[in-house]
Each structure stands twice: as structure tokens, then as C-alpha cells.
């Protein structure tokens, strides 16, 4: 990896300065949720939305469950922040057990909806660990996802990528040749899976320049606040775990208040180190959970709009 000079002299005001206070806060940030289950999850999900809002996020999305299994509340979720808050509101749309008619016509009342930001999907078998299989009738991946989307109106689309390349694709460079083609149909930046070291992302960054590939990669960042959660999920999407990740999580199993202090520790780490490296777009998988996103935000400069805007005046 080569390092600009104004990169060098930004990891050497990194390790100058004291910790995280000056960070100019010149970033991007966007924030994922999941549809609630209960009406506890739904109070846990809009305090979370009304924590997070203020720091002015590019956009929020909202995933969709394997086969559509989340279709109604994932509507209802990305329709309610799209009605009732400023923030431009993003739905995960998928391929799986699904016709390209049907896919359409939620795609569609999106659009009514005043949605206009989809993050287009393959998606996962509503098996877990089966093989993947287009429906007969559907899309048969996303970058045919992208196509027929943009025949339906002009959305902002969201892709994603894999650093550690995706479990199905024969080999990097298959992958990167897939993330191209998202690209071409009309997709506008990348979304990566989470990943636990940067140089895993400097790496993926270097080989996507060497594809001829110019659009904007965001990071993925998921803050790691359940070690054997994260481990089981790692190893279904190709993700690398460290052995120094299992050693420093190792003893906090009942302790949950540490696990958090420990998971907020990292992830800000991992930002810290990718922003010195160039980065200044991340994308924040919050679990729902609002504390640990906005404290790495809030070490990273970023501030609420209103505080801004009133200590500029």
C-alpha cells in the first residue's frame, strides 16, 4: 500500500496528537438498521434513530430478512424515518424466492413511498448454509437487480462488496468482475462486509484501482460487542478474526458494560487507522443500537448539526 504525503503527515498528527480531541471531523456517515420484532425492538430502534439523526448521516438503511420474510416491516420502517425525519432513507432489497414482478412492485412503493435510495442485494438462502438458487421467475443476481431497477425509475443504488471475497465467488478476481458489473448497471458506490483490520481494507482498496474500478468504496463497520456472535458470523460471510481479537474478549462473557467499553475501543481504533490511511465515508452496522456508533462517531469530530452550526455562529 502507498501512503500520500499528506496521508503520512495525518498519521503522524494521529500519533502527536492527544488521542482522538483533534480529529477535524471531515467525514461521511451512514447507519444501518433492522426492522423490529417486538415493540421493545421498535422503542429501541427510534430512540436510536433519534440519538443518531442529529450527526446528519449521508443516509439510513434498512435490511431486509432472507426470502422477504421482513417485508411489511421493512416498508413500514424505511417509510416512517422517510416520513417523519430529514434523513434520506435507504431499503435493502434482495433477489431471493422472489419474481422480478413481484420485486418491481415493492420497488414501486418505495418510490410512492418517497424512497429513493435502494440498497440492491443478491441476498442469502432462506436456509442457512443451503446453496444460493435464482427464483425461476426473479433476478438472477444483483447486478440484474441494479438494471431493472433503474428501468423503473432513477433510484440511488447501493451495492455491496467483500474484501475477503464472497463466499460464492470462484476466486478475487470473479469477485471483483461481479462488483464491476453492479457498478455498470447503474450502481453508485459499494457498501463493504464488515472486516476486522484495515490493511484488509487497504488491500481490497488497491485491487479495486487495479480493476479499473473508480467508484466510491465505503467501509463497513460492525462494532464487535458479542465475540462468539461476531466469530459465528465471520466465518459465513469469508471474514478474517484475528487471534488477538478472541484473546482481548476472552473473560467478559458476564460482563456486559466492558464488552461495550472494549467493542467502542476497537472499532474507533479501526476507523482511526483507516482514516489515516484516506478514508473519510464509513458506514456503521449499529445492531440497532445507538451509543456505540455515535461515541466512535464522536471520536472521529464528528458533532451534532445544530451544536455545529450554533458554535460556528
Given at each position: 500500500?502507498?501512503?500520500?504525503?499528506?496521508?503520512?503527515?495525518?498519521?503522524?498528527?494521529?500519533?502527536?496528537?492527544?488521542?482522538?480531541?483533534?480529529?477535524?471531523?471531515?467525514?461521511?456517515?451512514?447507519?444501518?438498521f433492522?426492522?423490529?420484532?417486538?415493540?421493545?425492538?421498535e422503542?429501541?430502534?427510534?430512540?436510536?434513530?433519534?440519538?443518531?439523526?442529529p450527526?446528519?448521516?449521508?443516509?439510513?438503511?434498512?435490511?431486509?430478512?432472507?426470502?422477504?420474510?421482513?417485508?411489511?416491516?421493512?416498508?413500514?420502517?424505511?417509510a416512517?424515518?422517510?416520513?417523519?425525519?430529514?434523513?434520506?432513507?435507504?431499503?435493502?432489497?434482495?433477489?431471493?424466492?422472489?419474481t422480478?414482478?413481484?420485486?418491481?412492485?415493492?420497488?414501486?412503493?418505495?418510490?410512492?413511498?418517497?424512497?429513493?435510495?435502494?440498497?440492491?442485494?443478491?441476498?442469502?438462502?432462506?436456509?442457512?448454509?443451503?446453496?444460493?438458487?435464482?427464483?425461476?421467475?426473479?433476478?438472477e443476481n444483483?447486478?440484474?437487480l441494479?438494471?431493472?431497477?433503474?428501468?423503473?425509475?432513477?433510484?440511488?443504488?447501493?451495492?455491496?462488496?467483500?474484501?475477503?471475497?464472497?463466499?460464492?465467488?470462484?476466486?478475487?478476481?470473479?469477485?471483483?468482475?461481479?462488483?464491476?458489473?453492479?457498478?455498470?448497471?447503474?450502481?453508485?458506490?459499494?457498501?463493504?462486509?464488515?472486516?476486522?483490520?484495515?490493511?484488509?481494507?487497504?488491500?481490497?482498496?488497491?485491487?479495486?484501482?487495479?480493476?479499473?474500478?473508480?467508484?466510491?468504496?465505503?467501509?463497513?463497520?460492525?462494532?464487535?460487542?458479542?465475540?462468539?456472535?461476531?466469530?459465528?458470523?465471520s466465518?459465513?460471510?469469508?471474514?478474517?478474526?484475528?487471534?488477538?481479537?478472541?484473546?482481548?474478549?476472552?473473560?467478559?462473557?458476564?460482563?456486559?458494560?466492558?464488552?461495550?467499553?472494549?467493542?467502542?475501543?476497537?472499532?474507533?481504533?479501526?476507523?482511526?487507522?483507516?482514516?489515516?490511511?484516506?478514508?473519510?465515508?464509513?458506514?456503521?452496522?449499529?445492531?440497532?443500537?445507538?451509543?456505540?456508533?455515535?461515541a466512535?462517531?464522536?471520536?472521529?469530530?464528528?458533532?451534532?448539526?445544530?451544536?455545529?452550526?450554533?458554535?460556528?455562529?
Open positions: 500500500m502507498s501512503f500520500s504525503i499528506n496521508q503520512l503527515e495525518e498519521a503522524r498528527r494521529a500519533l502527536d496528537a492527544p488521542l482522538y480531541a483533534d480529529v477535524a471531523g471531515d467525514i461521511a456517515v451512514s447507519f444501518e433492522f426492522p423490529p420484532k417486538t415493540e421493545k425492538m422503542a429501541t430502534l427510534w430512540d436510536s434513530v433519534a440519538t443518531l439523526s450527526l446528519g448521516p449521508r443516509f439510513v438503511s434498512v435490511t431486509y430478512g432472507a426470502g422477504g420474510s421482513t417485508r411489511e416491516r421493512t416498508h413500514a420502517t424505511v416512517r424515518i422517510a416520513r417523519e425525519t430529514d434523513i434520506p432513507a435507504a431499503a435493502h432489497l434482495t433477489c431471493v424466492e422472489a422480478r414482478e413481484e420485486i418491481d412492485q415493492v420497488a414501486q412503493e418505495y418510490w410512492a413511498a418517497g424512497v429513493r435510495h435502494i440498497v440492491a442485494l443478491r441476498g442469502d438462502p432462506p436456509v442457512a448454509g443451503a446453496r444460493y438458487q435464482a427464483h425461476p421467475g426473479g433476478y444483483a447486478a440484474a441494479v438494471a431493472g431497477l433503474k428501468r423503473l425509475h432513477p433510484f440511488e443504488i447501493s451495492v455491496s462488496a467483500y474484501p475477503e471475497c464472497h463466499p460464492d465467488s470462484a476466486n478475487a478476481a470473479a469477485d471483483l468482475d461481479n462488483l464491476k458489473r453492479k457498478l455498470d448497471a447503474g450502481a453508485s458506490r459499494a457498501i463493504t462486509q464488515f472486516f476486522h483490520q484495515p490493511d484488509t481494507f487497504f488491500r481490497y482498496r488497491d485491487q479495486v484501482a487495479a480493476a479499473g474500478i473508480d467508484a466510491e468504496i465505503v467501509p463497513g463497520i460492525m462494532p464487535v460487542t458479542n465475540f462468539a456472535a461476531v466469530k459465528r458470523m466465518a459465513m460471510c469469508g471474514t478474517a478474526v484475528p487471534d488477538w481479537m478472541e484473546r482481548l474478549f476472552a473473560g467478559l462473557e458476564d460482563h456486559a458494560e466492558a464488552r461495550q467499553l472494549v467493542a467502542a475501543t476497537l472499532a474507533a481504533e479501526l476507523c482511526r487507522k483507516l482514516y489515516a490511511g484516506g478514508v473519510k465515508t464509513f458506514h456503521f452496522y449499529t445492531l440497532n443500537r445507538a451509543e456505540l456508533s455515535f466512535i462517531c464522536h471520536m472521529l469530530g464528528v458533532r451534532a448539526k445544530a451544536a455545529a452550526q450554533a458554535e460556528a455562529a
